[in-house]
């Protein structure tokens, strides 16, 4: 299974609400990620956990939060969140943070529109 | 600064002709440099990783050069079909910088 599922595909939030993306990988991978992805542009690193362990945090605001509750989930917490961060969030894994095969594989995203 | 450029943000090419997409970075020391494809409202799907020693790598109908000296990545579609159709970007890994970085895509269109 070299598949990488994210739930939800759509989520609507007001800039008060309390949500959390998740995201799942069964292919015994180490390395799970967040990125950002605004229309026409590259994916953007957020946080990186390797080993269930935070390793980068690219100086994301605190409205979003990250978990790893274990080595195959990984959640996004979102609370009081902005128009400006509308997007599509986009989950990965990778065997380990920084091996020589480095590939990544990705989720479909969670399209995430704030009102 | 930092800058990972891909040459054309669009480019249509003719159905089983070559595409070839550039890839130019700037301030970087990649330890390896990878191409990705991405369909709309999909995560980007890995294609092909080549290493900062390595000159040329192929898989079926594609290939990837890495140029150091050049600072660029070629990547190229032989026998290009509709079904090729996509935006493709790069991405690499800095020498002791775990994270990868993307370039900025080139959105392909193969013309029928």
């Known amino acids: 299974d070299t598949e990488v599922t994210q739930t939800p595909k759509h989520l609507v939030m007001g800039m008060t609400n309390k949500k959390s993306l998740k995201c799942e990988q069964h292919?015994?991978?180490?390395?799970m990620y967040w990125y950002k992805q605004k229309a026409k542009k590259p994916p953007e690193l957020m946080f990186v956990?390797?080993?269930?362990?935070?390793?980068i945090n690219e100086s994301v605001p605190s409205r979003f939060s990250p978990e790893c509750p274990n080595s195959s989930l990984l959640n996004l917490h979102l609370h009081a969140l902005q128009p400006e961060d509308s997007a599509l969030y986009l989950c990965?894994?990778?065997?380990?943070?920084?091996?020589?095969?480095?590939?990544?594989?990705f989720g479909p995203g969670t399209r995430l529109t704030v009102t | 600064s930092q800058k990972i450029e891909q040459n054309s943000e669009a480019l249509n090419i003719q159905e089983g002709k070559t595409a070839t997409l550039t890839c130019n970075y700037t301030n970087y020391s990649p330890a390896y440099l990878q191409w990705y494809r991405q369909d709309p409202g999909r995560g980007p799907v890995f294609l092909l990783l080549?290493?900062?020693?390595?000159k040329e790598k192929r898989k079926e109908r594609l290939k990837v050069t890495f140029d150091t000296t050049l600072k660029q990545s070629l990547f190229h579609i032989t026998a290009s079909q509709p079904a090729d159709s996509a935006t493709y970007l790069c991405?690499?890994?800095?020498?002791?910088?775990?994270?990868?970085?993307f370039g900025t895509g080139t959105r392909l269109t193969i013309i029928p």
């Open positions: 991405a690499l890994v800095n020498f002791g910088n775990e994270k990868l970085t």
């Open positions: 080549i290493r900062e020693n390595e």
């Open positions: 956990y390797s080993y269930e362990k935070l390793s």
């Open positions: 292919m015994g991978h180490r390395a």
């Open positions: 990965a894994s990778s065997q380990v943070q920084g091996a020589e095969t480095y590939e990544q594989y």
